[in-house]
């Protein structure tokens, strides 16, 4: 049986949770801490925190979401780059969109010895937000109830993660979604600058009716 790319992220990621869940010592070492990053040069940390995660359910959702949205990217990338070199470019994506969404957490809180964060948000958002690119009409459903064209509540999403992380109030890394979010949008552009005109064209056929 051939196992998508997407899957094995998500397999990789579902095991290294797993061990962190029961192994404090581990969740330490790869935990997202600006502090530690800058004083001890573990630059690891960027990659690393993105493959454990705080409990279940943020593990499932996180996963959850890159598994619908991920084979969205995973297949538009081998289309235009073929099997072996779009295999390659969807992980350089995902594992880039992780490190990229944490840099401004990083300056934000490099000086605060008690910040920590984890999870695959940031690649998650990145893969979404591409998604929504190459298919803005495309339905995405908030807990199976409100269904919104992609373009829509990528939109409501952007504010909503620019407003929560301008407060930083509720523990939610914001600007990991926020700035992964835009990483998915500028890296499918910059890697298929036609799916700009190829997303405008989709908009302008939208019919709320």
Known sequence: ??????????????????????????????MFTPYLIKRRKQWDRFILSGFIHKDYIHLLFNMFTFYFFGRVVEQFLMYKFGASLGG????????????????????????????????????TAATVFASIIILPLADI???????????????????????????????????????????????????????ALDFIEQIKSFRIF
């Open 141 to 195: 459903c908030l807990f199976g109830i409100v269904c919104l064209p992609g373009f829509i509540l990528g939109a409501l999403f952007l504010i909503y993660s620019y407003t929560k992380g301008k407060q930083d109030s509720d523990g939610i890394n914001h600007d990991a979604h926020l700035f992964g979010a835009l990483f998915g949008i500028v890296f499918i552009l910059l890697v298929s600058p036609s799916s």
């Open 88 to 123: 390659f470019v969807f992980v350089f994506f995902y594992i880039i969109g992780i490190v990229i969404a944490d840099i401004p957490t990083y300056h934000k809180h490099q000086d605060n010895s008690y910040y920590r964060a984890l999870g695959a948000s940031g690649g």
């Open 1 to 30: 049986m051939n196992l998508s790319i997407t899957v094995i992220l998500i397999l990789v990621t579902v095991i290294s949770s797993f061990l962190g869940f029961n192994n404090h010592t581990l969740t330490e070492r790869w």
